[in-house]
């Protein structure tokens, strides 16, 4: 089963950033935090990954908290295109087990 | 790279039928993972492989469906007698795991109705 908890839904002004919470407070040491999104009827798109420093790239940024019981993926400007399922993962090993994720729409 | 590459991208069968879907992973890749997406369950991991191994199977629903990995560039997911409520879009998705933590690559899916 999925072991983190996000919000159901989000809406986020064009032009703005995209701050989409999640809370994984069973993780455990060695676990990573994965994110993902799932564009409508495309398959999901690997986003941004962390153990527990802050990461950024092209895509997104991501910001762990320090106990790693929750993290918040930044979309700084988002766009139209960035309408989707937002996965917020953390599983140990090496298989990904989904969750509900967040459903983020951008309006204009 | 052309990506995870699966086939067909939709299949229309009756009740009863043999069904099969096919999966190319990336070159390189040495982990293959099928999924299931429907509206009331979500995205399901189904099985994955390791080196052309089954790892773990435990989220094939039924005997009715099987998946084969015969060698590290191909695999494919069976289901036999299809039935309606296998409708559903199927994914895989290939990564290289055990060098680091590298994300899953997945393709553009199968959408498969069973009729």
New interface residues.
């Given amino acids: 089963d999925a072991k983190t908890t996000q919000p159901t839904s989000m809406d986020c002004a064009e032009g703005r950033a995209a701050n989409l919470p999640c809370n994984h407070s069973t993780i455990s040491g060695n676990e990573?935090v994965?994110w993902?999104r799932q564009i409508h009827s495309?398959?999901?798109?690997?986003i941004i990954?962390g153990l527990k420093n802050n990461e950024t790239n092209e895509m997104a940024s991501l910001i762990i908290t320090e106990d790693r019981k929750s993290s918040t993926l930044i979309l700084p400007h988002a766009t139209l295109r960035d309408t989707a399922v937002y996965?917020c993962i953390n599983n140990p090993g090496?298989?990904?087990?989904?969750?509900?994720g967040t459903r983020l729409q951008v309006f204009p | 790279d052309a990506g995870v590459i699966q086939s067909p991208r939709h299949e229309v069968t009756e009740m009863g039928q043999e069904v099969t879907l096919r999966c190319k992973p990336i070159s390189g890749h040495n982990s293959l993972f099928w999924y299931r997406q429907t509206m009331m369950r979500g995205l399901e991991l189904l099985i994955y492989f390791n080196n052309n191994v089954p790892i773990d199977d435990s989220g094939m629903p039924e005997d009715r469906f099987s998946a084969k990995m015969p060698n590290a560039s191909f695999s494919t997911l069976k289901i036999q007698p299809s039935e309606p409520r296998d409708s559903a879009v199927y994914f895989c998705a290939s990564s290289l795991t055990g060098y680091g933590n590298y994300g899953y690559t997945f393709g553009s899916g199968t959408r498969l109705t069973v009729v």
């Fill in positions: 990573y994965y993902y495309q398959g999901p798109q690997y990954h996965y090496d298989k990904l087990i989904f969750g509900t």
